[in-house]
């Protein structure tokens, strides 16, 4: 159950556009499509912006996207803003029946 | 729809703990519930899981020492942490698996654990 591989950190300039990868295994994220991924704002509970690898919430922006190619899910955030800083969690379901959640990525509006 | 935490505290290492997880809002027995934990300054871990059907699953980190079960009843998910570690100290978070599997909505507020001595 090793977690799911994110980048550490990525920024870019507000209205850019930027993207986070998640890399699992054929267990994991290559096997389902059952990724989801979560913003958390420092203190704040995390929050569902994407499930089922590319599909939104309602009340959910439509600058937030997902997407999957093999063992590897994404998160793209278009039109960056500064309230889009947070932290970013990418999660899987497995093939033993559990969840595994990404490592995190740091997002930072410049 | 709303989950509320209890039983967080400070704990000795060894010790044993008992977390709990009142939801309200919506039909609490037709969905699969987790625990979810954060270390301080550290990113999120998947605990455990309690099925609608009863079925219990758990992270190889915490398998053997924590229980999870369900009051239906109560409208209650708690977790049973027995022979905690220093490593164990986390938020703990109870969350509702929304659709899915593996969409998380909503979540607690978190109830945070310390194992020290």
């Known amino acids: 159950q090793s977690a799911l591989t994110q980048p550490a950190s990525v920024s870019g300039s507000p209205g850019q556009s930027i993207t986070i990868s998640c890399t699992g295994t054929r267990s994991d994220i290559g096997g389902y499509n059952y990724v989801s991924w979560y913003q958390q704002h420092p203190g704040k509970a995390p929050k569902v912006i994407i499930y089922d690898v590319s599909d939104r919430p309602s009340g959910v922006s439509d600058r937030f996207s997902g997407s999957k190619s093999g063992n590897t899910a994404s998160l793209t955030i278009s039109g960056l803003q500064a309230e889009d800083e947070a932290d970013y969690y990418c999660s899987s379901y497995t093939s033993s029946g559990t969840r595994v959640f990404g490592t995190g990525t740091k997002v930072t509006a410049l | 729809v709303q989950l509320v935490e209890s039983g967080g505290g400070v704990v000795q290492p060894g010790k044993s703990l008992r977390l709990s997880c009142a939801a309200s809002g919506f039909s609490f027995s037709s969905y699969s519930m987790h625990w979810v934990r954060q270390a301080p300054g550290k990113g999120l871990e998947w605990v455990a899981l309690t099925s609608k059907d009863g079925t219990t699953k758990f992270a190889d980190s915490v398998k053997g020492r924590f229980t999870i079960s369900r009051d239906n009843s109560r409208d209650t998910v708690y977790m049973q942490m027995d022979s905690l570690r220093a490593e164990d100290t986390a938020t703990y978070y109870c969350?509702?698996?929304?659709?899915?599997?593996?969409?998380?909505?909503?979540w607690g507020q978190g109830t945070l654990v310390t194992v020290s001595s």
């Open positions: 969350a509702r698996e929304f659709s899915g599997p593996n969409w998380f909505d909503p």
